[in-house]
């Protein structure tokens, strides 16, 4: 059974700090590429930042760039986002994604649940 279960979110201030968690199972999870994203209310969901499966090499999109870091653990089949300095405008729900593709035209694309992470003073 194939899960990806997010933990860390929360409430805390603007400048504060959140360590995201992404625990997988059911699947080989160092062949799959991670992702954060997130959804704001009202707003369509969007990629945060990607990490990848063979060369861990990462990538932010620009409006989290120097705050956030994306990482994963092989070993332990997780996946982690930190957050700092965090921005009222951070608040969403946090989703993570793990993708592979097969072969062309066939891809396996799993999600979480969500965490919500809420930035006020």
């Known amino acids: 059974q194939v899960q990806l279960v997010e933990s860390g979110g929360g409430l805390v201030q603007p400048g504060g700090s959140l360590r995201l968690s992404c625990a997988a199972s059911?699947?080989?999870?160092?062949?799959?590429?991670i992702y954060w994203y997130r959804q704001a209310p009202g707003k369509e969901r969007e990629l945060v930042a990607t990490?990848?499966?063979?060369?861990?090499?990462?990538d932010y999109k620009d409006f989290v760039k120097g705050r956030f870091t994306i990482s994963r653990d092989n070993t332990k089949n997780m996946a982690y986002l930190q957050m700092n300095s965090l921005k009222p405008e951070d608040t969403a729900i946090y989703y993570c994604?793990?993708?592979?593709?097969?072969?062309?035209?066939?891809?396996?694309?799993?999600w979480g649940q969500g965490t919500q992470v809420t930035v006020s003073s």
């Open positions: 059911g699947f080989v999870f160092s062949d799959y590429n």
């Open positions: 994604n793990a993708y592979r593709r097969l072969r062309i035209g066939v891809s396996n694309d799993y």
């Open positions: 990490i990848m499966s063979t060369t861990g090499m990462t």
